[in-house]
């Protein structure tokens, strides 16, 4: 099992691109199949965050509220120096972005789009498919302790990863590639734009963390928050929107599943890049 988990992941973008690729394909030779690509949306993406917050150690969550300097950082970096982007790199940053959404749809489309949100079907999002994969995840992980079959469930899903990512992929770019048409011609016009954004917001990261005077790991750790969208978090929320918004909004699935592709090719460049950038010091004093 762990063998093929290991391919998986080594060949993960790859796979990513095909299943895209096969999802738009269906979704433009079979446009009648939305309605039930549509309706596998909400539990595979489910699954898939639930996946995800397995892998964020939730019980210990608590113990970095503490660093305020590092949080402080964080806030700043992803609030303040990029006020007009939806993030979720951290629980806390999720509920932020719930909050401040109005004020982005406001700034990015005007009075006139907020004014035609409807908040019922966001906060519906949020519950069904952040809270609850969440508080589940929370729940999986404070059993791993005790349970064995909590921690079956934990290696399971750890192993599951990629194939949901996979069938998220597909389903949601096959639900609605027939439904914005020639619009999605205008998706890889935003590839530069993804990757001019993880590019400077690196930079800042690195200037952030300098003059937060962060140690070497959360230094580490403020670049990637700041670099990486964590796009498909925030996806509950784009396919939320009402059908009423401007068309330009009707790309916001679409989007979102481009910057992911952008972003994981991304992370896997600044796995490598990163350390460099902030060396850790031979001692090994960095690990504070």
Same mark, same amino acid.
Do not use: C
């Given at each position: 099992?762990?063998?093929?988990?290991?391919?998986?992941?080594?060949?993960?973008? !790859?796979?990513?691109?095909?299943?895209?690729?096969?999802?738009?394909?269906?979704?433009?030779?079979?446009?009648?199949?939305?309605?039930?690509?549509?309706?596998?949306?909400?539990?595979?993406?489910?699954? *898939? @965050?639930?996946?995800?917050?397995? !892998?964020?150690?939730?019980?210990?969550?608590?113990?970095?509220?503490?660093?305020?300097?590092?949080?402080?950082?964080?806030?700043?970096?992803?609030?303040?120096?990029?006020?007009?982007?939806?993030?979720?790199?951290?629980?806390?940053?999720?509920?932020?972005?719930?909050? %401040?959404?109005?004020?982005?749809?406001?700034?990015?489309?005007?009075?006139?789009?907020?004014?035609?949100?409807? /908040?019922?079907?966001?906060?519906? $999002?949020?519950?069904?498919?952040?809270?609850?994969?969440?508080?589940?995840? &929370?729940?999986?992980?404070?059993?791993?302790?005790?349970?064995?079959? $909590?921690?079956?469930?934990?290696?399971?899903?750890?192993? %599951?990863?990629?194939?949901?990512?996979?069938?998220? *992929?597909?389903?949601?770019?096959?639900?609605?590639?027939?439904?914005?048409?020639?619009?999605? $011609?205008?998706?890889?016009?935003?590839?530069?734009?993804?990757?001019?954004?993880?590019?400077?917001?690196?930079?800042?990261?690195?200037?952030?963390?300098? @003059?937060?005077?962060?140690? /070497?790991?959360?230094?580490?750790?403020?670049?990637?928050?700041? &670099?990486?969208?964590?796009?498909?978090?925030?996806?509950?929320?784009?396919?939320? %929107?009402? %059908? &009423?918004?401007?068309?330009?909004?009707? @790309?916001?699935?679409?989007?979102?599943?481009?910057?992911?592709?952008?972003?994981?090719?991304?992370?896997?460049?600044?796995?490598?890049?990163?350390?460099?950038?902030?060396?850790?010091?031979?001692?090994?004093?960095?690990?504070?």
């Amino acid at each position: 099992m762990a063998g093929i988990v290991q391919r998986l992941e080594h060949r993960q973008v !790859a796979l990513f691109l095909t299943a895209i690729a096969l999802g738009a394909l269906v979704g433009w030779l079979a446009p009648g199949t939305a309605p039930t690509l549509s309706a596998a949306i909400t539990p595979v993406l489910g699954l *898939l @965050l639930f996946a995800t917050f397995l !892998a964020v150690p939730l019980v210990s969550l608590g113990r970095s509220f503490w660093d305020l300097r590092f949080l402080g950082t964080v806030l700043t970096v992803n609030f303040v120096i990029v006020p007009d982007k939806l993030l979720a790199a951290t629980p806390l940053l999720m509920l932020l972005q719930i909050v %401040l959404l109005p004020v982005y749809l406001w700034l990015i489309a005007g009075t006139g789009a907020v004014a035609l949100i409807e /908040v019922r079907p966001l906060v519906e $999002a949020f519950l069904v498919l952040i809270v609850l994969p969440l508080a589940a995840a &929370a729940a999986v992980q404070f059993g791993t302790r005790r349970r064995r079959a $909590a921690r079956a469930i934990e290696t399971l899903m750890q192993a %599951l990863m990629v194939p949901l990512m996979m069938t998220t *992929l597909a389903v949601v770019v096959g639900s609605q590639v027939s439904a914005v048409g020639a619009q999605a $011609a205008a998706l890889p016009t935003l590839i530069p734009l993804y990757i001019a954004f993880l590019i400077v917001m690196v930079g800042i990261g690195v200037l952030a963390a300098g @003059l937060a005077g962060l140690p /070497v790991p959360a230094a580490r750790a403020l670049i990637f928050s700041g &670099a990486t969208r964590n796009s498909l978090v925030v996806l509950p929320l784009a396919l939320a %929107l009402p %059908l &009423a918004l401007p068309p330009a909004l009707a @790309l916001a699935p679409l989007a979102v599943v481009t910057q992911t592709l952008v972003e994981l090719v991304g992370l896997a460049i600044l796995v490598r890049l990163v350390p460099r950038l902030v060396p850790g010091s031979p001692s090994g004093a960095d690990r504070s």
